[in-house]
């Protein structure tokens, strides 16, 4: 496999089991990981730094941002998929997409990122924002809006793989579990957790 496929496809040679516990693995680590950068995953698409979180709120975020998308998924699934579908298999690639997560936390754990942070957090108070502080910010963003639109197409592949669905109905079936996914996901990590 070309490191392309491995990058955007995983899916065809991980998938299963397997690829339960290697993405739960990582949504942990990546949880574990964003709580040393001040971040937390408040919604299915939503990655908030600057804040100091304890250790388990980004641990059960991953984890209910996961299992929130995957029933969501499995529901389509079952009602719309003309092949058989397994819930491990919809879970397991579904852990797997979320895999983005941990470099985009372990990027925003640099000092450079952290500094830029800091700036705007002391900008907001009403101070300025410096120069490094904004080349930090827009590192930031950049590296998270790559590693969201990662995760997303990652997720729309395991999606197609695991529920064996194409096409524009599949497309607008997974764009309404998104969305249903982040309305539910911001509910639960902002108003339960």
Not at 4 to 30: D, T, Y
Not at 98 to 120: E, H, S, T, W, Y
């Amino acid at each position: 496999m070309t490191i392309a496929r491995w990058l955007f496809n995983p899916f065809i040679r991980i998938a299963g089991l397997r690829s339960l516990v290697i993405g739960l693995a990582g949504i942990v680590a990546a949880g574990v990981v964003a709580a040393g950068a001040g971040m937390h995953f408040d919604g299915l698409l939503d990655v908030h730094a600057g804040n100091e979180v304890a250790l388990w709120v980004p641990v059960v975020e991953g984890l209910v941002n996961w299992a929130v998308f995957t029933l969501l998924l499995l529901l389509v699934a079952l009602l719309f998929s003309k092949s058989a579908v397994r819930l491990v298999d919809i879970a397991g690639t579904q852990a797997l997409a979320r895999m983005p997560l941990l470099p985009v936390a372990a990027i925003c754990n640099l000092p450079l990122i952290q500094d830029a942070f800091d700036g705007l957090a002391a900008a907001l108070l009403g101070g300025e924002l410096d120069g490094d502080a904004f080349s930090g910010l827009v590192a930031a963003i950049l590296v998270t809006l790559t590693g969201l639109v990662w995760m997303v197409t990652l997720m729309w592949k395991a999606f197609s793989f695991s529920c064996d669905m194409r096409g524009g109905r599949a497309i607008a079936l997974f764009i309404l579990a998104v969305l249903l996914g982040e309305a539910a996901t911001l509910y639960l990590t902002r108003n339960v957790l």
